[in-house]
């Protein structure tokens, strides 16, 4: 049961590495005119919030209404675009999610297939093959339970099979997808992301601490000698900052960073991938772990790090590794010498990111906080392009200034990469950053509060 290595799934300026206009569209479907642009759109009016699924033919330029238009819907966490599926995941604490899925129709209208579902509670999520895959790590069965009752901590998968409309979840009974001593230190993990890459998978192994089980096992021969302290004496603290009597909160390994490498969907076996020069592979917000482990064309995997753990309140818990990116060579099992400090070439010289995407050829995009993450209340409202070929980091310029949020999905296409900007009190708008100059262009403008996801689809027969 208390394994070294095992996981599991549970239900429910010239950047020259980045220009060229063959890159593939992303999140994958071709945009081949028979297809719409779809937006997730939220209108705030005096009878309350409605959302909206509205459609257009060009991310370029224009304006589009949600005023007798669109298909409404009861909104979502994120909106996941995949194989010409359109996928509403919605996240509730500690509770399973309700989850609906969209087409578009011959007719060029958008609507809501028959299948609702209730999946698990989930922090993280990624794609393999025809499946979403939504993630998060939690208590696995009574029967598994220690001699003082704990449950070991268990990786929880819904996989959403989108062309057949069906899910499953994976068989937690047998012990098999404990993540207790994931990397054979004692802690236990989350999975930060699901990138497939040929027939692999990588995960960012995010540790999370002890758990009651894992704080219990061996009598305490997991907690390091200096941490003592931080085994909570009762439970305490609401929302994704509870905690159990028993407990250490946190990992105590934060100059550490891991990679979940699986041979397939399965998600067991995998192989563990280690490097000390960046912290945990994740950007993150409140309970939200985002994907920060990305593919590029030639199977190269890149590793960014937030360094988040900067954030810890114990001195013992912050990393005294600065934001960056690593990288795993197509089919290793190890990163390379690969390594690139981000924050040095941020104004300061102190600043971090919270997401990050590809965004065409061995480019990335990057939301950017605007101060270090030691610093009160960083904002995330700034946007950079890094070429992972050249090591170089530019900030975009062209965005408005009174940006209030940048939007949870991307878009390749022709050298650019497009992203929904909110503003205040103003039409929020598709802005379209060409990733060889930095330079952002307005384009399609939506009157409506905010875009919460947009997409290409073509129509479903």
């Given amino acids: 049961m208390f394994r070294a290595i095992i996981a599991s799934v549970v239900p429910a300026m010239a950047l020259c590495g980045c220009s060229g206009n063959d890159e593939p569209d992303m999140p994958g479907n ?21 959302y909206d699924l509205i459609t257009g033919e060009s991310l370029d330029g224009g304006n589009l209404t949600t005023v007798d238009n669109g298909l409404l819907n009861p909104g979502a966490t994120q909106w996941v675009f995949h194989n010409n599926y359109l996928y509403a995941l919605s996240y509730n604490q500690g509770n399973a999610g309700t989850t609906r899925s969209y087409i578009l129709g011959g007719n060029g209208e958008m609507e809501a297939r028959d299948i609702e579902y209730r999946i698990s509670r989930f922090s993280s999520y990624g794609t393999y093959n025809n499946d979403i895959i939504t993630m998060s790590t939690g208590e696995g069965p009574a029967s598994l339970a220690d001699s003082h009752g704990y449950k070991p901590m268990t990786l929880l998968v819904t996989y959403l099979d989108v062309e057949n409309e ?16 994931f990397l054979g230190n004692g802690e236990y993990v989350t999975l930060a992301g699901a990138e497939q890459s040929g027939s692999r998978l990588y995960c960012g192994a995010v540790p999370m601490g002890l758990s009651q089980y894992g704080v219990a096992y061996g009598n305490r021969k997991w907690v390091r000698p200096g941490f003592e302290h931080l085994v909570h ?27 979940a490498i699986y041979d397939n969907e399965n998600m067991t076996n995998p192989k563990l991938a280690k490097t000390d020069k960046i912290s945990m592979p994740c950007g993150r917000f409140r309970s939200q772990y985002y994907q920060s482990v990305w593919a590029v064309d030639n199977g190269d995997v890149y590793v960014f790090s937030s360094s988040y753990a900067k954030t810890m309140s114990d001195a013992g818990q912050k990393t005294t590794l600065p934001a960056g990116v690593c990288r795993i060579p197509a089919g290793s099992d190890e990163f390379d010498d690969y390594y690139c400090n981000i924050e040095a070439q941020t104004p300061g010289g102190n600043r971090s990111f919270m997401r990050c995407w590809p965004a065409g050829g061995d480019c990335f995009l990057m939301i950017m906080y605007d101060r270090s993450l030691t610093e009160k209340n960083p904002v995330a409202t700034e946007l950079a392009v890094f070429d992972a070929a050249s090591k170089k980091l530019t900030y975009v310029t062209g965005l408005p200034a009174n940006v209030s949020s940048i939007g949870k999905t991307v878009f390749v296409q022709n050298g650019n990469v497009y992203i929904p900007v909110n503003v205040e009190n103003e039409e929020p708008a598709i802005y379209a950053i060409n990733t060889a100059t930095a330079q952002a262009v307005r384009g399609v403008s939506i009157k409506a509060n905010d875009i919460t996801g947009f997409g290409y689809l073509n129509p479903v027969k």
Avoid: H
Wanted: net charge negative; hydrophobic share 25%.
């Fill in 166 to 181: 069906t899910s499953r979840s994976n068989d937690t009974s047998t012990g098999a997808y404990s993540m207790e001593n």
């Fill in 233 to 259: 004496d009762e439970a305490g603290g609401t929302g994704a900052g509870a905690y159990k009597a028993g407990e250490l909160v946190g990992t105590q390994y934060p100059d550490e960073c891991w990679v």
């Fill in 30 to 50: 071709e945009v081949d005119g028979n297809g719409r642009f779809v937006f997730a759109t939220t209108i705030e009016g005096s009878n309350g919030t409605a």
